[in-house]
């Protein structure tokens, strides 16, 4: 079975950082571009970020570029979202999501369960 | 920065049609995704590539995409429909979400 699971969130303070991971099993990560989507509570999607298969290509989103950084490593098939300078607008589940590429013809295929992120003082 | 617009919310009666639109310029001069969430629970693509149904999605899902408009269409819509549905689009290297419609089967 192709399965996502997140971990590392948590309760951090504003200003704060925290590390979430993505492992991946059931298929070869290194095949595939990944990608980073937080819902804050009561609220709908937000993209965060996506990288590339081999890690060549990353983009963000405009509310986090410059305080969070996506990586991945294929070896291990995980990806990783290096998260600083949290701020309480910060606060969501945090869901990992595959998507074939980043050329805008495939849609987010497989989703993990989402990890929780509360920034909070 | 690219928007996609949906309707917050939208009732349907069992057996009936719902129809979920999505607007965003020139959105049919990109790919369109659906996304179904139900409550507590992660995304799960229904439609992507504007039309096509991943394995396991049931007929009754179908999706168009033209001009400024894609539109998610549940035939037959059964109670387990009820959720929040979710268009995509990817934008240049960006990607957009709608901001969602709570579908109601009642």
């Known amino acids: 079975e192709e399965q996502l699971v997140e971990s590392g969130g948590g309760l951090v303070k504003p200003g704060g950082s925290l590390r979430l991971s993505c492992a991946a099993s059931?298929?070869?990560?290194?095949?595939?571009?990944m990608n980073w989507v937080r819902q804050a509570p009561g609220k709908g999607l937000e993209w965060v970020s996506s990288?590339?298969?081999?890690?060549?290509?990353?983009y963000y989103g405009d509310s986090v570029r410059g305080r969070f950084t996506v990586s991945r490593d294929n070896a291990k098939n995980s990806l990783d979202l290096q998260m600083n300078s949290l701020r309480v607008e910060d606060t969501a589940v945090y869901f990992c999501?595959?998507?074939?590429?980043?050329?805008?013809?495939?849609?987010?295929?497989?989703w993990g369960q989402g990890t929780t992120v509360t920034v909070s003082s | 920065s690219y928007e996609l617009t949906q309707p917050p919310s939208m009732s349907v009666s069992p057996g009936q049609t719902a129809s979920i639109t999505c607007s965003g310029d020139?959105?049919?001069?990109?790919?369109a995704f659906w996304y179904q969430q139900k409550p507590g629970q992660s995304p799960v693509l229904v439609i992507y590539q504007d039309t096509k149904r991943p394995s396991g999605i049931p007929e009754r899902f179908s999706g168009t995409n033209s001009g400024n408009t894609a539109t998610l269409t549940i035939s037959g819509t059964q109670a387990m429909d009820e959720a929040d549905y979710y268009c995509q689009a990817w934008g240049s290297s960006t990607v957009v979400f709608g901001g969602g419609t709570k579908l109601t089967v009642l």
């Open positions: 059931g298929f070869t990560l290194s095949n595939y571009s």
């Open positions: 020139k959105l049919g001069d990109k790919y």
């Open positions: 990288i590339s298969s081999s890690s060549r290509y990353t």
């Open positions: 999501a595959r998507s074939y590429d980043t050329s805008g013809a495939y849609g987010m295929d497989v």
